[in-house]
Nanobody
Framework: VQLQASGGGLVQAGGSLKLSCRAS????????MGWFRQVPGKEREFVAL???????AYADSVKGRFTISRDNAKATVYLQMNSLEPEDTAVYYC????????????????WGQGTLVTVSS
């Protein structure tokens, strides 16, 4: 599976961004999908996941502000980010797995290249 993330950019605190991740090379509807993020010098951390059956889960730090969704017909997963905070500044990575997405980064099969989100105060 190849994953191509897009939609990152610079936004002021309180603003919104929507990330997209287009998958190719496999039947995406059979994969769990998710998002992680990483700040330089820190470990990659879980943000959100959506299962093949559309079950979703979020990190506590983004719950109520971020929404993950998927469109299998377009082979794309989205991350709608609202009420952004400077602490959300990071490179965001799309991830896919043939099973369930794990909150442990190393347990997931496929990674995209990342898209940078910068939130100014």
């Amino acid at each position: 599976v190849q994953l191509q993330a897009s939609g990152g950019g610079l936004v002021q605190a309180g603003g919104s961004l929507k990330l997209s991740c287009r998958a190719s090379g496999a039947t995406v509807s059979t994969y769990g999908m998710g998002w992680f993020r990483q700040v330089p010098g820190k470990e990659r951390e879980f943000v959100a996941l959506i299962s093949r059956s559309y079950y979703s889960a979020y990190a506590d730090s983004v719950k109520g502000r971020f929404t993950i969704s998927r469109d299998n017909a377009k082979a794309t997963v989205y991350l709608q980010m609202n009420s952004l905070e400077p602490e959300d500044t990071a490179v965001y990575y799309c991830v896919a797995d043939r099973g369930a997405i794990s909150r442990s980064p190393q347990a997931n099969d496929y990674w995209g290249q990342g898209t940078l989100v910068t939130v100014s105060s």
